[in-house]
């Protein structure tokens, strides 16, 4: 059985951070780019950050560049997201999500990922 399981949220000011773990586990991580996404209250899912399998390479959507990194640690299983700065409109609960290979435009819905994990909520206050 494939899991995903993100944990890390909570409440912050603006302006503090927070660093989001997701474990994978029942799949090839290496052979997966891992996703994650966020949804707001009223606003469609989109993809913040992603890494790809292989070259590692990372995708940020505009509003978090300079201020998300995202990572992984193969050995672990585990994919990382430090975020830095964090302002109010980042609240939403965050996703994370597995495709073979390479990630999804930055920014989508993320509707082709393979395997979803249950989300954590992050909510930044003014």
């Known amino acids: 059985e494939v899991q995903l399981q993100a944990s890390g949220g909570g409440l912050v000011q603006a302006g503090g951070s927070l660093r989001l773990s997701c474990v994978v586990s029942g799949l090839d991580f290496d052979d997966y780019a891992i996703g994650w996404f966020r949804q707001a209250p009223g606003k469609e899912r989109e993809g913040a950050a992603c890494i790809n399998s292989g070259d590692s390479k990372a995708y940020y959507m505009d509003s978090v560049k300079g201020r998300f990194t995202i990572s992984r640690d193969n050995a672990k299983g585990t994919t990382y997201l430090q975020m830095s700065n964090l302002k109010p409109e980042d609240t939403g609960v965050y996703y994370c999500?597995?495709?073979?290979?390479?990630?999804?435009?930055?920014?989508?819905?993320?509707?082709?990922?393979?395997?979803w994990g249950k989300g954590t909520q992050v909510t930044v206050s003014s």
């Open positions: 999500a597995a495709e073979r290979w390479i990630c999804p435009t930055p920014g989508t819905r993320g509707d082709k990922m393979d395997f």
